[in-house]
Nanobody, 121 residues
């Protein structure tokens, strides 16, 4: 399963960005999708994740109330709406998907290539 992120860029503090992550490949079923980020010199951290039905979401404390994760299963796409961005949000943002390949029933854990988000003060 391939994941392609888009929507990163440079924005001033207080601004907004919307990231997208599109999944493609052989027939699959995704159980959980998530956004992670990694700033220079720091470990990769979970930002938010969402279950297959979109009815359960989870956020790291520092983004609660500012970021919203959603998904469109018909398009196999996940989104991250980021509002009130802060310089501390600057990082490379990665998309992750976990599920199963229907033909083989083999589990997968895929990552996108990452998209840079830079917030200037």
């Amino acid at each position: 399963v391939q994941l392609v992120e888009s929507g990163g860029g440079l924005v001033q503090a207080g601004g907004s960005l919307r990231l997208s992550c599109a999944a493609s490949g052989t027939t699959f079923r995704i159980f959980l999708m998530g956004w992670y980020r990694q700033a220079p010199g720091r470990p990769r951290e979970l930002v938010a994740d969402i279950t297959s039905g979109g009815n359960k979401t989870n956020y790291r404390n520092s983004v609660k109330g500012r970021f919203t994760v959603s998904r469109d299963n018909a398009k196999n796409t996940m989104y991250l709406q980021m509002n009130s961005l802060e310089p501390e949000d600057t990082a490379v943002y990665y998309c992750n998907a976990r599920g199963v390949i229907m033909e083989t029933t083999k589990a997968f854990d895929s990552w996108g290539q990452g998209t840079q988000v830079t917030v200037s003060s």
